[in-house]
């Protein structure tokens, strides 16, 4: 078995994230009990409101908690993964995996990135459409035309025929209306906070760029797949460049799970809220053994099955 655990992103939460952790694992409620935010993170993860928990600066340290907390129960267990990866947000869990960042750091600098990520956003009449049954050609074509009225880019490539657009919401409508006339099955808005990954989040790369100058990166004790490459790193790449480029270049999460299957994963861990990243592998990479974790009976089945079904 080749295992690589994979984090999910935003839009995956929801109000009683991780409670049946905290109650059953007092190490994973010391995570909580001690995440180095400004707000009371247990309370908005058991108890909401959902708007709150959806908002991008509460979103995205409350989601790194969760992971951080799933992933130190599941090394306790001694199952450790060949390479990890995370979508947007979950690429820093990802990193914290692989020993990159301590678990203060990656929760507080999540925090400072879904931060500077609405300000970004900020005054500007956004919005993002997932498409879905249309080739990427196709989608950019569409794009092309619409970005007279604005910036309208693909920002998500999830798996074969899905996709995400993001931008400018005149431009992002109309790309949309275009996608539908060549062809798309569908084409859903999303109910976001801002343009990610589109050049419309410079500022936020930039904000990132300077926060990173100031954090110690730890060397990686296993491959992780970056969203902006859709691979592990290369000669000549740094992480603080790449997680710089991320927040404002498209995922390539298609890329990154045929990669990853190339490279002889075989088996995979989602951890998360809910399994979206489940269904995208299995659209695009089949014969990769996925399971999910998101309750902490999902741990224990998880836990059971990768030791061969061993308590």
């Known amino acids: 078995m080749k295992l690589a655990f994979v984090y999910a ?11 049946d952790f905290y109650e059953a694992f007092p190490d994973f409620a010391n995570v909580f009990d001690h995440a180095p935010v400004d707000f009371d ?25 969760f992971a951080v907390g799933v ?22 869990s990802a990193l914290y995996a692989a020993g990159v960042f301590s678990r203060g750091t990656v929760i507080s600098t999540v925090a400072f990135r879904g931060r500077v990520m609405e300000e970004a956003a900020s005054g500007l009449e956004c919005g993002m ?3 879905l049954g249309l080739e990427r050609e196709k989608l950019q074509t569409a794009c092309d035309r619409a970005s007279e009225l604005g910036v309208v880019q693909i920002c998500n490539y999830n798996c074969p025929g899905q996709l995400v657009i993001g931008g400018e919401k005149p431009a992002v409508d109309r790309a949309g209306e275009l996608a539908k006339e060549l062809g798309a099955k569908r084409c859903m808005p999303l109910k ?10 410079r500022p936020a790369g930039d904000a990132l760029a300077a926060r990173f100058k100031t954090l110690p990166f730890q060397s990686m004790t296993l491959p992780v797949y970056f969203n902006c490459k859709g691979r592990p790193m290369e000669e000549g790449d740094s992480v603080p ?5 991320q927040v404002q ?17 075989d088996t995979v861990v989602e951890i998360g809220p809910g399994k979206v990243l489940c269904g995208f592998l299995k659209k695009t990479a089949p014969g990769i053994k996925t399971y999910h974790i998101d309750t902490a009976a999902d741990f224990h089945s998880v836990v059971f099955a990768l030791k061969g079904g061993q308590a």
């Open 241 to 245: 460049a790449l997680l710089e480029k």
């Open 249 to 265: 270049s498209p995922v390539y999460w298609e890329e990154t799970v045929r990669r990853m299957e190339a490279d002889g994963i």
């Open 129 to 131: 459409a997932a498409v």
């Open 41 to 65: 993170l247990k309370e908005l993860c058991f108890d909401g409101p959902e708007e709150k928990l959806s908002q991008t600066r509460f979103t995205q340290p409350c989601m790194a908690a």
């Open 192 to 201: 976001v906070s801002g343009p990610f990954h589109t050049r419309l989040m």
């Open 71 to 92: 992933t130190d129960l599941l090394y306790r267990e001694g199952i450790r993964p060949q390479a990890a990866a995370g979508l947007s947000l979950g690429e820093y």
């Open 9 to 19: 992103g935003q839009g995956s939460q929801h109000v009683g994230m991780g409670k």
